[in-house]
């Protein structure tokens, strides 16, 4: 008898269990776009006492090194509130906000028809600009000049060892072993690999594969999730080049090439060279921008820059005012950060600009 | 002392449940079978909501999806979505891996079963066990910081061995990096070798006593006896134990997409980089929208579709052997 | 009529010494190879095992049980104590969802539907069940859940991971149940007791140790699978208690870490795969214990 009641028991206990959780989804719904909010906010920017929650963004792993920085200093300054960044590419990060699972994303490429989402549904806010490395390994070989149109021919697969004669053409001083060239790529949608294509596209006559999210590459390629995974590739991989952001290159100690730029120097990609890029670039209604194979002869041709995706009108007051706090701080007081972590903060015109984008967040 | 009245037949209290009537029992019995409905639920609905979200893209597509190896799906020309390369990869993986782990798991049972000391036993059988409790993410783990970065080698030396021999030469291409169609088969061969073993293992315990002693007292050696009473019997099972490896290496997700290298194409060599079904939907999922999701999901369709035909088939094998001959010992 | 002696022959010559060369090489042989399998089966289990363990122990600490887990992958230190936490919350939810089903439905299978339509065919389909891959029960919730309610959650996790126990505690039971000798339940049911009654104080407390032996089994095999928690759990780099928020778990750890070339991750990543591996380990030992301690006494 009493084991029977003990069944039941347990059987109410599940089922209430469920239930508790269940109803814990339907009160959270309220505020389904990715946050967990209680307290009322305050009107200043970064860093005030009495917000509080949890708030979701996911996306390119192109800033990551920068963006989970920012964050340990945010949460520093606003106790109470958790910042989470989910460096999973700016494909899914594009797809996470499209489907309201996040607040905000990262992307390094531009939103698309196909992605999901109304082009005033959201605004772009620039946050850093980097450079693209073209990053390999090879045994003996510590510098390696490539003109854009080895590199295009490279990954494009018309290369496919290091001692083509197009390659030993721009490195006239460089013993060439003649290892297989393997390309690392990435596996993921990436706003990365959107940037160095577009780059490709550009300033290359021997390209011709396309730019976007994703590539077919070639058959000697090697696919690696975010940018660590390319790294990874390269780093285990002899005779692999590939492209990575800076931060994981030199936190890998990876050799990079320098890329020959619009004037015909061989730049190192540095954050010197991608401000001069950035200074000439023309910069869109929309906040978008392309410093991509910048003129002038210190210009860094692989300059790369990142977006944070907001959306143009939040359900709750609560969420919106988080947004607006942590982006005000990305864009204020986390700029210190950028170049210790191996970023170009942005030029105070265009920072300007995009401060005055989050005046346009409604909530409703 | 009481008295014992003596009843009639017709007296006599009524025992049976009907007459009782008991509610509980129909309650109990109906919460019974709604737990057992659940089963059903589930899976129609997983059914249901995977072919619904499926359909787009199948539309999209059409026979492309299950003739062409290209898979592109955001390509400017618009999507293309052909499932052959992954088909191949999962094919190849799992080949590979029925290949290096059926031997040795009918070794370990044969061990177990007719060579080893009684007292060895136990180990064996709790060493199989550990080995199929370790997580797939911990094998993949492993084969991703372990096996590949050191096996080139090893594959180098087979290409420059192998890879001019007629025919089989072109399964030992070069070898630019460990992650390959080779790698994940040799980490999805340690996986399957416990589910082979321990099936097989039971399908050999069930061979009649009296036929392998008739055969040692006619003189066969060990071997023979193995070869001539205990293998006819259990073949079927092993092949049932096959199938059921089979499908558990067909459905592994994680260990595969760590180690495969993620790049679709169909070769022959089986140290190149390849993909599979279960590892390109884990892979591109989180990104995907649209028909590029809608194709995902066929494709864990068309893989739920071919783990449920190996594994049931597999099953009825292994219970048609199991039943004829714990019938007959 | 004259009884006659039979024939006498020689004894028959069975020892080794007698085989033909060729029979005793092959015997020899064949022993060599299998006993070989045996061998080069322990092989992986040792070397993966060993490095686990080797390289977890390197980085494991209380510290490491109880740390946060670092923002940045680069970084050394830290530890895996919210994915302990998401581990422990996701199963035991997944194992309190699963359990009693699997329970009740495999009552009904061997107790009261017997081999009636409906019990054949549920039996059937749970064995389809087992058979479907953990990415299409991951992708399965995150369609019809995580996208509905706009959110990843511990609890929809935990339903991934209750999809794929359910079936594997259905068919375990059953076969607990199907080991009690029929003797038992006539001899209740002749006694007078209902149904009901006589599987709740009679089947099942003799099954009680293979079934809780088995629903063991099927706890630490949820504990160890990642696909169906990819896209339905979150992150979290905190620990976090709730049903309804993101959460992280040691599997999914695991494989955000594994393809990280940092060696601060990997060491972490190692570090979660020996906490795991000792978690269901420790289970699985439990089961065996539990089985073999509390058997029924044939």
């Known amino acids: 008898m009493r084991k029977t009641k003990t069944a039941w028991l347990s059987l109410f206990l599940v089922l209430g269990l469920i239930a508790a959780a269940c109803g814990d989804d339907d009160s959270a719904e309220a505020n389904d776009d990715g946050t967990d909010t209680t307290a009322a906010a305050d009107d200043d920017g970064g860093g005030s006492d009495s917000l509080s929650g949890t708030l979701e963004g996911s996306g390119a792993s192109f800033p990551d090194a920068f963006y989970q920085a920012a964050i340990v200093a945010y949460e520093e300054a606003t106790p109470g509130v958790t910042v989470i960044y989910n460096a999973v590419g700016s494909g899914q990060g594009k797809s996470d906000f499209a489907d309201g699972l996040t607040a905000w994303a990262g992307t390094d490429s531009l939103v698309k028809e196909d992605e999901g989402l109304d082009p005033d549904e959201f605004l772009y806010i620039p946050t850093v600009a980097a450079p693209i490395t073209v990053s390999y390994n090879l045994s003996g070989v510590d510098e390696l000049q490539l003109s854009p149109d080895t590199l295009g021919a490279i990954f494009n697969g018309d290369i496919t060892s290091w001692d083509d004669e197009a390659i030993a053409a721009d490195n006239p001083d460089v013993e060439l072993p003649s290892t297989a060239i393997t390309l690392a790529v990435r596996a993921d949608g990436s706003g990365t690999t959107s940037n160095f294509t577009k780059y490709l596209e550009k300033a290359t006559g021997t390209w011709t594969l396309g730019s976007g999210d994703t590539i077919e590459w070639p058959s000697n390629a090697q696919a690696g999730q975010r940018n660590t995974g390319v790294a990874q590739i390269i780093q285990d991989t002899d005779g692999a080049i590939g492209y990575v952001d800076l931060a994981d290159a030199e936190a890998l100690g990876l050799t990079y090439a320098a890329i020959g730029n619009q004037e015909g120097e061989f730049v190192v990609p540095t954050l010197e060279g991608t401000t001069a890029a950035l200074d000439g670039a023309e910069i869109a209604d929309d906040l978008t921008y392309d410093p991509l194979d910048a003129a002038g002869a210190e210009a860094y041709p692989i300059a790369a820059p990142t977006y944070v995706l907001v959306r143009t009108s939040y359900e709750d007051q609560a969420t919106a005012d988080l947004v607006i706090d942590w982006i005000t701080f990305l864009l204020t007081d986390a700029q210190d950060l950028a170049e210790d972590e191996l970023y170009a903060p942005l030029p105070d015109s265009l920072r300007d600009r995009a401060l005055a984008q989050l005046d346009q967040i409604t909530v409703g | ?329 | ?298």
Not at chain 2, 108 to 131: C, H, K, M, S, Y
Not at chain 2, 306 to 316: A, D, E, F
Not at chain 3, 224 to 243: I, M, Q
Request: charged share 15%.
């Open chain 3, 1 to 298: 009529m004259a009884l006659v002696d039979p024939p006498v022959r020689e004894p028959l010559d069975l020892t080794r010494a007698r085989l033909s060369t060729r029979r005793r090489l092959a015997d020899r042989a064949a022993t060599a190879v299998i006993s070989l399998a045996f061998v080069v089966a322990l092989v992986p289990l040792v070397a993966v095992v060993g490095y686990v363990v080797t390289r977890g122990s390197g980085i494991m600490s209380w510290e490491f049980l109880t740390s946060d887990i670092p923002r940045q992958y680069r970084v050394d230190g830290g530890g895996m104590y919210p994915a302990i936490v998401g581990t422990l919350l996701t199963t035991g939810l997944a194992a309190l969802m699963a359990i009693p089903l699997g329970v009740l439905g495999a009552i009904y299978l061997n107790e009261l539907g017997r081999q009636n339509r409906t019990a054949r065919a549920i039996r059937f389909l749970a064995d389809v069940m087992t058979g479907v891959p953990s990415i299409v029960m991951g992708l399965f919730v995150y369609t019809i859940w995580v996208l509905r309610f706009e959110r990843q959650s511990a609890f929809a996790g935990a339903l991934a991971l209750a999809c794929l126990m359910l079936p594997i505690v259905i068919r375990s039971t059953e076969e607990m149940l199907r080991l009690v000798p029929d003797e038992l339940r006539q001899g209740s049911l002749a006694l007078g007791s209902h149904r009901w009654r006589t599987i709740t104080s009679v089947v099942l407390p003799t099954a009680l140790s293979g079934i809780i032996s088995g629903a063991m089994l099927a706890i630490a095999r949820a504990a160890g699978e990642t696909a169906p928690l990819v896209f339905t759990v979150g992150l979290v780099y905190s620990p976090s208690w709730s049903l309804s928020d993101s959460s992280t778990a040691l599997s999914a750890q695991i494989f955000r870490n594994a393809s990280q070339p940092f060696a601060g991750a990997q060491d972490r990543a190692f570090g979660a795969a020996l906490t795991l591996i000792v978690l269901v380990f420790a289970f699985t030992a439990l089961s065996r214990f539990v089985a073999s301690r509390l058997a029924i006494k044939s």
């Open chain 2, 1 to 329: 002392m009481t008295t014992l009245t003596p009843i009639t037949i017709a007296e006599r209290p009524d025992l049976t449940i009907r007459a009782r009537g008991s509610r509980l029992d129909a309650a109990f019995r109906g919460l019974a079978l709604a737990a057992g409905l659940v089963v059903l639920a589930v899976l129609a609905l997983i059914a249901y909501s995977t072919v619904d979200a499926a359909l787009p893209a199948l539309r999209a597509a059409g026979l492309e999806f299950v003739t062409s190896d290209r898979w592109a799906p955001n390509a400017p020309d618009g999507p293309h979505l052909g499932s052959l390369a992954f088909v191949y990869g999962t094919a190849v993986v799992s080949s590979i891996a029925l290949v290096l782990a059926v031997p040795v798991s009918v070794g370990i049972a044969l061990f177990a079963t007719e060579i080893a000391p009684r007292r060895l036993r136990r180990w064996i059988t709790t060493a199989v066990d550990l080995l199929a409790a370790i997580p797939s993410v911990v094998y993949g783990l492993w084969g991703i910081a372990v096996l590949a970065p050191n096996i080139t080698g090893v594959y180098g030396w087979m290409h420059r061995t192998f890879g001019d021999l007629p025919v089989v030469g072109a399964l030992f291409g070069p070898a630019s990096s460990g992650r390959s169609f080779m790698t994940a088969g040799i980490v999805l061969a340690i996986m399957i070798v416990p589910i082979i073993t321990s099936i097989t293992r039971e399908v050999l315990v069930t061979v009649p006593r009296g036929e392998k002693e008739a055969a040692l007292a006619l003189g066969a050696t060990r071997w023979e006896m193995i070869r001539g009473a205990v293998l006819p019997h259990s073949f079927g099972g092993m092949v049932g134990a096959t199938m059921l490896g089979l499908g558990r290496a067909m459905g592994e997700t994680i260990a595969v997409a760590l180690v495969i290298g993620s790049r679709p194409q169909i070769v022959a060599n089986l140290f190149a980089t390849g993909d599979a079904m279960p590892a390109v939907i884990v892979n591109q999922f989180g990104e995907s929208s649209g028909t590029f999701r809608s194709a995902l999901i066929a494709l864990g369709v068309f893989l739920l579709v071919l783990t449920i035909v190996v594994n049931v088939l597999g099953r009825v094998i292994v219970n048609r052997v199991q039943v004829r001959f714990r019938g007959a010992a």
